[in-house]
């Protein structure tokens, strides 16, 4: 679907991805316009593919999250079977926040939050013994400086 964009959805876009969970008048008085036109257009962006589903971001830490992985991978498999596994182990892994498949050395990064180093194991032992895969590094992040699933509307 073709849709235009014009700078008021940009404002209701920009307040959205900031808290989405605020009023309709609250977002409707930051973008200055009124309730009814602000939510026509939130539908007409949801209709059209621009706004995703509404989700609610957790401290992981505070949930004893306290290990965040990145692992690079790389396969010698380039087969569609392979890559079939490979995908399907990704997506029934809850410890799998993102995965990226990249041009380059590196075939594929993951980004894996878990307990702990034990924990990373786990997945580890779980993944290579489903799928087969060349090499494998796992960064661990000493300090996250900066997260955001926001776009620079």
């Not at 235009?4 to 973008?31: C, F, H, N, P, Y």
Request: hydrophobic share 45%; proline share 3%; net charge neutral.
């Amino acid at each position: 679907m073709d849709i235009r964009i014009d700078d008021t959805d940009r404002k209701i876009m920009a307040a959205l991805q900031r808290d989405a969970g605020r009023s309709l008048d609250e977002i409707a008085r930051e973008v200055g316009s009124s309730k009814t036109p602000v939510w026509n257009r939130i539908r007409k962006l949801r209709d059209a593919g621009v706004i995703g589903p509404q989700t609610v971001v957790l401290d992981a830490e505070a949930l004893g999250f306290e290990a965040c992985f990145f692992v690079l991978i790389r396969t010698s498999e380039h087969e569609a079977e392979w890559q079939k596994k490979f995908l399907h182990a990704l997506q029934t892994r809850p410890e799998v926040q993102e995965a990226h498949r990249l041009a380059g050395d590196i075939d594929y990064i993951l980004k894996v939050r878990v307990k702990n180093a034990r924990a990373y194991d786990a997945f580890y032992q779980a993944l290579i013994s489903e799928v087969r895969v060349y090499n494998v590094t796992a960064l661990l992040s000493m300090e996250e400086i900066k997260s955001t699933t926001a776009l620079p509307l």
